[in-house]
């Protein structure tokens, strides 16, 4: 792509190399449990998906690892979508106005706190949207998705020197 600078600015769209990303669904009556379950393993992070449902994602474990760390708890069911998702990550001090102009989410630190996340359409596509610092946020989306979410989030960051790259 002509346009845009591939060396990182204050505002900055990278894509994950090589994430886990797990499916997690609790069983009725499981919920809290998996829930503490879940916030309890180490260099990963839930996601909110829904009721009694999780996205479990991290850039540092593997999908097996994570799988492992959740085989014994009671009441959920994993199911790895490491190949199936893409998980990327924007930040920089004009992220709440980049993502205001195609997520229909209010991201406002008082609204949306910091762990906080939500699906939502992202783009006009499915995808789940987190908070992960003051001014940094991770999409997952189906990989099927993820070159047209990353194209409009580029044209709709080019104002501000949105620049993009990978990341490990």
């Excluded at 499981?30 to 009694?52: D, K, Y």
């Excluded at 009441?75 to 920089?92: F, N, T, Y």
């Amino acid at each position: 792509m002509t346009g845009f600078s591939t060396d990182r600015n204050a505002n900055h769209l990278a894509v994950a190399r090589r994430p886990a990303i797990l499916s997690v669904l609790a069983a009725a009556g499981q919920e809290t449990s998996v829930a503490e379950a879940l916030h309890a393993v180490e260099n990963a992070a839930p996601r909110f998906c829904g009721p009694s449902e999780w996205l479990l994602v991290s850039r540092t474990l593997s999908a097996e690892h994570l799988a492992d760390a959740l085989f014994d708890i009671r009441g959920a069911l994993v199911v790895d979508q490491s190949e199936g998702k893409v998980l990327l990550s924007i930040s920089g001090p004009a992220v709440r106005t980049v993502l205001a102009k195609c997520v229909a989410v209010d991201l406002h630190p008082e609204a949306f706190a910091m762990g906080q996340s939500a699906n939502a359409l992202i783009c006009h596509l499915p995808g789940n949207i987190a908070r992960t610092g003051d001014d940094e946020f991770e999409i997952v989306t189906p990989r099927s998705f993820a070159v047209s979410v990353f194209e409009e989030l580029l044209e709709m960051g080019r104002e501000h020197g949105l620049t993009r790259n990978f990341t490990e």
